[in-house]
């Protein structure tokens, strides 16, 4: 029996059912509208979460290097006052060429500079600078570039008046580019190879370490000097990674074709690469400005517009004087 049955007996032997009764229906009445009353209130909200407490701060990663980063010191040499774009831009001045071959544009810096009827060979450029002149944009490697049919048929038979080497940076890939260029080049022409000045070994891997990266592109200067000793090859001290200026080129000449099947050994010699002292410290370095004083490419240039054979020996010979 229930609480409230017995309190309800004990009353109505107490007081009467009569009495009990209305005692009863208050207290029902009473039980009603409390339940109503409850019934209305808004729901308890479910007890939140425990709030988690704000993670701490993820420690931020380190900034990853940008690109390859030099690992050993570099060999001391001179401050370059110049980089290989105002040596080349200078160059493009100077000479006024009417034709203009890029090896590697990658993003059009070394395009922009360029005025002339231009050529410009990449597997992979992508350009975001302004170009400023008549320019056929080549996607191909150069190799495959020169293997095709009259290859340089945008320049209508003029020849090529200033060329610049700078995309693979491996010897054997620059050594073809010079060897592929030649044959084109008028006898006032001007080549430029870039990156040929690296400043430690590690810089001159063949199997890439660093940022900026010369790879072993020196070895062509190198095989330039030993096997065409005809040739004007300047070493220039810009920077981040030194130029040469190649001048005296002979379209006719096969000397390095021929000599290419044997130099394969030296070009392909694996890391780590040893460059000679003195292109580590760029003591056989010439520095850009005095290079570009020179009064010779004013005469190279008189000679050219002249259009009649003139002796180039004599320019040759004060280029190759020229000492910083
Ligand atoms: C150092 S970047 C050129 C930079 C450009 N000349 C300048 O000064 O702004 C080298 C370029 O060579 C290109 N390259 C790589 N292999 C090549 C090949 N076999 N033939 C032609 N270009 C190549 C790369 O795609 C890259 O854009």
């Not at 040596?87 to 060429?97: F, N, S, T, V, W």
């Amino acid at each position: 029996m229930s609480i409230r049955s017995t309190v309800g007996s004990v009353l109505e032997s107490a007081i009467g059912r009569e009495r009990t009764n209305t005692i009863r229906r208050m207290e029902r009445r009473a039980r009603n509208a409390l339940a109503k009353r409850l019934a209305m209130e808004p729901p308890q909200k479910p007890a939140s979460k425990p709030q988690k407490k704000p993670a701490p701060p993820k420690p931020k990663p380190t900034p990853a290097p940008r690109g390859w980063q030099p690992s050993d010191p570099f060999v001391s040499h001179p401050e370059p006052h110049l980089t290989r774009h105002e040596l080349l831009q200078g160059i493009h001045e100077k000479i006024r060429p009417r034709t203009y071959l890029e090896i590697g544009i990658r993003t059009g810096r070394s395009m922009v500079l360029s005025r002339c009827r231009s050529i410009g060979v990449d597997p992979f450029f992508k350009i975001d600078n302004p170009i400023h002149c008549d320019v056929q944009l080549i996607k191909a490697t150069s190799d495959d570039f020169f293997a095709g049919d009259e290859p340089l048929a945008h320049f209508e038979g003029v020849p090529v008046d200033l060329a610049f080497i700078d995309g693979m940076h491996l010897s054997d890939f620059a050594l073809r580019d010079f060897i592929n260029i030649e044959p084109f080049m008028a006898d006032t022409g001007v080549v430029v190879l870039d990156d040929v000045l690296p400043r430690n070994g590690l810089e001159a891997a063949r199997d890439r370490k660093t940022e900026p990266w010369t790879g072993d592109v020196y070895k062509v200067v190198e095989i330039l000097r030993r096997r065409r000793p005809d040739l004007v090859v300047l070493l220039i001290n810009t920077a981040p990674t030194g130029t040469a200026v190649v001048l005296g080129v002979d379209s006719a000449s096969t000397i390095l074709k021929d000599a290419y099947a044997e130099e394969e050994d030296y070009l392909l010699r694996p890391d780590p690469q040893t460059p000679p002292q003195e292109y580590m410290e760029r003591s056989i370095a010439i520095e850009p400005d005095v290079l570009l004083k020179s009064p010779v490419w004013d005469e190279l240039v008189a000679i050219r517009e002249s259009g009649a054979s003139a002796d180039l020996l004599p320019l040759w010979a004060e280029l190759r004087s020229l000492t910083s």
